[in-house]
T-cell receptor, first 117, second 110 residues
Framework: GEEVAQTPKHLVRGEGQKAKLYCAPI?????VFWYQQVLKNEFKFLIS????????ETGMPKERFSAKCLPNSPCSLEIQATKLEDSAVYFC???????????????FGSGTRLTVV | DQQVKQNSPSLSVQEGRISILNCDYT??????FLWYKKYPAEGPTFLIS?????DKNEDGRFTVFLNKSAKHLSLHIVPSQPGDSAVYFC?????????FGTGTSLTVIP
């Protein structure tokens, strides 16, 4: 499709529960990016994929967070044992290539709002 | 440490006047700069970009200026319209990922 589809739109989890977020990139885009938007509008880069391979994971917390992009499946971001500070909006974006993104920007999904209570 | 900073959280401008949104950065290795616009409950949408080898890029009512020596870029919107009311994020790229500022909320008053 022509939009990045993120599901669910809202997710509420009790502290310690698992959360799993999904992202279907635009067809033909081979790069997928995950960002976490916390309070005060700050976007934090988490991880990027080139097809099913991790491209850059320098922003990914080593504990509790994992992500995958498997062929013929939506990409996923999973948080094990959620904590209150994981509450944020998680955005997925896709592009043809990092270089193309520099000229035309990523295409972002509308985000998943995770609330940990 | 925040590599891209937007020091003005909000800006109000009268319809028809110019809106100027500012952004500062610290990393001299950034090679592309972009502006995104975001409405509530939506993802950011790409607005305009500029390469580090240029100092100006214009697209309709939107112009981005880059001052590399000052590590500063700005977005000019003229004339401003009520539909421009949104949060504007600047972003800078090293090639692999983008670093975002914290956003400036623009309100265009009819």
């Amino acid at each position: 499709g022509e939009e990045v589809a993120q599901t669910p739109k809202h997710l509420v989890r009790g502290e310690g529960q698992k959360a799993k977020l999904y992202c279907a990139p635009i067809k033909g885009h081979s790069y997928v990016f995950w960002y976490q938007q916390v309070l005060k509008n700050e976007f934090k880069f988490l991880i990027s994929f080139q097809n099913e391979n991790v491209f850059d994971e320098t922003g990914m917390p080593k504990e509790r967070f994992s992500a995958k992009c498997l062929p013929n499946s939506p990409c996923s971001l999973e948080i094990q044992a959620t904590k209150l500070e994981d509450s944020a909006v998680y955005f997925c974006a896709s592009s043809h290539a990092p270089g193309a993104a520099a000229n035309y920007g990523y295409t972002f999904g509308s985000g998943t709002r995770l609330t940990v209570v | 440490d925040q590599q891209v900073k937007q020091n003005s959280p909000s800006l109000s401008v009268q319809e028809g006047r110019i809106s100027i949104l500012n952004c500062d950065y610290t990393n001299s290795m950034f090679d592309y700069f972009l502006w995104y616009k975001k409405y509530p409950a939506e993802g950011p949408t790409f607005l305009i970009s500029i390469s580090s080898i240029k100092d100006k890029n214009e697209d309709g009512r939107f112009t981005v200026f880059l001052n590399k020596s000052a590590k500063h870029l700005s977005l000019h919107i003229v004339p401003s319209q009520p539909g421009d009311s949104a949060v504007y994020f600047c972003a800078a790229s090293t090639g692999n990922q983008f670093y975002f500022g914290t956003g400036t909320s623009l309100t265009v008053i009819p």
